[in-house]
Structures are given as structure tokens and as C-alpha cells.
């Protein structure tokens, strides 16, 4: 039996131009490649190394949440949806823009099928199913999907893991973590303060161990041999770069978020002028396949490049679903193994 753990992450940025650095440290602005090669994230750096990464995933449409997770959840650019669309995930009428790809496996393979989705995205044209899973400690469907109300820590031990506990055979769940987009107009790093939302690495230093605890306890209840594990994410953030002098930002050591113009360039702030080298930290997002179920030949490997769209088309392939979108999968691309990147 195949399972898909599909976690995303709101703000997680997936790389880095190389040349900035955090003044005063090593550091590069808090990302997962470049974390990774760093060995601060033990567990991520777990996910990577037995996993297909993709190092220089990239959201190429719009990098606010509202579209991020449109095109994670459809594997295409489609347009956002606002008004009654949006607000209304009981909408019947038949519009293949409005259909996620949640809608259609669970359409197309029948109550055999069984979605979980904690998630505050749950309308029709994102993750939305047509038998959404209602909260078993509460008869309030909102408490379930309106993970905006808490904290990821408290989401997982809170309501996911209980839910697991009782309800092991899932084919495919989502669960959407959405503390790191408020970790924002901090520092990058903080030398002192290690609070989880101190600071962009505090944070990315906590949701590693989460992280690692959502893996330990999947392995502990003999999940984990049969799930493949997303990590993705919507889009990053600003630092260090036009966008971020022009927010009041005197150093590189500042986060600020992630609205338009997400095409920006490397500010040099001792002589206050652009470098002219691209940055677009909006763009730079995360992509990593992973888990038990992943076939040998994938483990160990990387992508160079991918998209946000292509994401859900992956999925859809590990489960045998024919899904039409605009992305494609990365297990139909040619990899290339991890140890060339330590030569």
C-alpha cells in the first residue's frame, strides 16, 4: 500500500543567492540548502540524503499564499480564487479550474480512497475533498481546518498524531504548517536568544526537531516503509536586497516578507548600492521527496531544477492517478546522485 505524507511548510525558503551572508557570522539567510550543507538540520539533512532533493525548486506564478497553495495543490499556474469561490468549499458546479488534485483522486478512486487534510486551505480548488474529514474531538469543522488558530507544534501533537493514532490507514494526507511566514520582521539570527520565534534560525532550528519528531513517530507505528514524504513549500522571503532596503532594512541580518516586486537583487549595504546580482528570495522555494516507500534507485539523488507546479504531478504519479496539470513529475526526470555534490 502506497502513502503520501504531504507536509507544507508556508515561507520555507529552499535556497539561496551564495554570496550573502549574515554579517558577522558564516551563516547564509535561513534556507534549507544552504542549512543543510551546513549540518544545522539533522533532520531535513535526513529527508535530503535518503531522498530525491530537488536543490533549486522555484515558484515561477505569484509568491503570496493565496496562489502558493493553488499551485501546490492543482500542479498548475491556475489564477487565485476570491470572493464566493474562495470563501464557499461546498460549491457543486462543475469547473476544472476549481478542481484540486484532493477532489479529483478522491473522485477518480471512490471510497477506496481515503484523504486526510489538516489544513487552513481546505476550499474547493485547493484541498478540499468532497467528504472532508471532520474533527473527532469537535463537531466544528473550522477547529480541523483553520490550522491558522494554532501553532505547529500544537497542531501535530494536537490533532494530527491523535487522528494517525486512531486512524492509520490514510492513503494520502496533507498538513500545512504555518508558523514560519509569521516568524518575519526579526532577525535572521540571533546569538543570544534562542526562543523559537526569536528569529529565523531559532525557528528553522525548532521545526527541524518537529520535524524529526513527525519521522520518528511515523517509523515507531510501522508507517513510514510504505509512505513517500513531501516537503514543499509556497514561497520564501525577502532579505538582504532591493525589496528589503527599500522596507527600511540596514543589514542583511533582517527578514521582511514576501509581497511584490518578488523579482529583486542583491543590495550591498556598505555601499549602499545594488550589486546587480539576483536575489528573488520570494522565488526560492522547497521540494524534497522522501520517506520509506521511495524506491531505491531515487534515494541519494537530486534535481537541479524544479517548480512549484510540479509538485502535486509527483504525487500523482507515486499513487498511479491520472491527473492532468501543467507541471510534471520529477521521478519521470533523469537524477543525479548526491556524491557529486561532496567531490
Known amino acids: 500500500m502506497k502513502r ?9 525558503a529552499g535556497h539561496w543567492e551564495e554570496s550573502v551572508k ?11 540548502k544552504g542549512y543543510h550543507e551546513m549540518g544545522l538540520i539533522p533532520n531535513l539533512s535526513y529527508l535530503i540524503e535518503n531522498g530525491l532533493w530537488v536543490r533549486r525548486p522555484w515558484n515561477r506564478g505569484d509568491c503570496n499564499t493565496r496562489s502558493g497553495m493553488r499551485y501546490l495543490a492543482t500542479g498548475r499556474y491556475a489564477r487565485p480564487l476570491y470572493g464566493k469561490e474562495y470563501w464557499d468549499s461546498r460549491t457543486a458546479y462543475a469547473n476544472e479550474d476549481l478542481e484540486g488534485f484532493f477532489e479529483y483522486a478522491k473522485m477518480y478512486l471512490g471510497g ?5 487534510v ?20 469537535s463537531e466544528r469543522r473550522i477547529d480541523l481546518g483553520n490550522t491558522l488558530l494554532w501553532p505547529d507544534l500544537q497542531l501535530w501533537r494536537n490533532f494530527i498524531r491523535p487522528y494517525l493514532d486512531d486512524f492509520p490507514d490514510f492513503n494520502l494526507v496533507h498538513v500545512y504548517f504555518p508558523t514560519f511566514d509569521f516568524v518575519c520582521g526579526c532577525p535572521s539570527y540571533l546569538k543570544e536568544n534562542f526562543h523559537p520565534l526569536s528569529s529565523k534560525h531559532a525557528y528553522m532550528l ?28 509556497d ?24 509581497q511584490p516586486p518578488w523579482d529583486c537583487e542583491v543590495w550591498d549595504f556598505q555601499n549602499d548600492r545594488s550589486t546587480g546580482i539576483y536575489s528573488g528570495g520570494p522565488r526560492r522555494i522547497t521540494f524534497i521527496l ?10 541519494g539523488k537530486f534535481i537541479e531544477e524544479a517548480e512549484i507546479i510540479d509538485v502535486i504531478p509527483t504525487i500523482a504519479h507515486i499513487l498511479d492517478i491520472p491527473y492532468k496539470c501543467e507541471g510534471r513529475s520529477i521521478l519521470k526526470l533523469k537524477p543525479r546522485d548526491q556524491k557529486e555534490l561532496r567531490q
Open 235 to 258: 514561497h520564501g522571503y525577502h532579505l538582504g536586497c532591493t525589496v528589503a532596503k527599500k522596507m527600511g532594512a540596514k543589514t542583511n541580518n533582517w527578514c521582511c516578507g514576501h
Open 206 to 233: 525548532f521545526l527541524d526537531e518537529l520535524i524529526g519528531e513527525i519521522i520518528r513517530y511515523l517509523q515507531a507505528k510501522k508507517l513510514w516503509d510504505e509512505t513517500y514524504f513531501v516537503l514543499a513549500s
Open 118 to 137: 489538516f489544513s487552513s486551505w481546505f476550499q474547493r480548488g485547493y484541498f478540499y475533498t468532497p467528504d472532508m474529514i471532520v474533527n473527532p474531538y
Open 290 to 299: 522522501s520517506g520509506g516507500g521511495l524506491e531505491e534507485e531515487y534515494r
Open 112 to 116: 477506496k480512497f481515503r484523504c486526510l
Open 22 to 32: 549574515i554579517e558577522g557570522t558564516s551563516l547564509p539567510p535561513v534556507n534549507v
Open 4 to 12: 503520501v505524507f504531504y507536509l507544507i511548510i508556508d515561507q520555507l
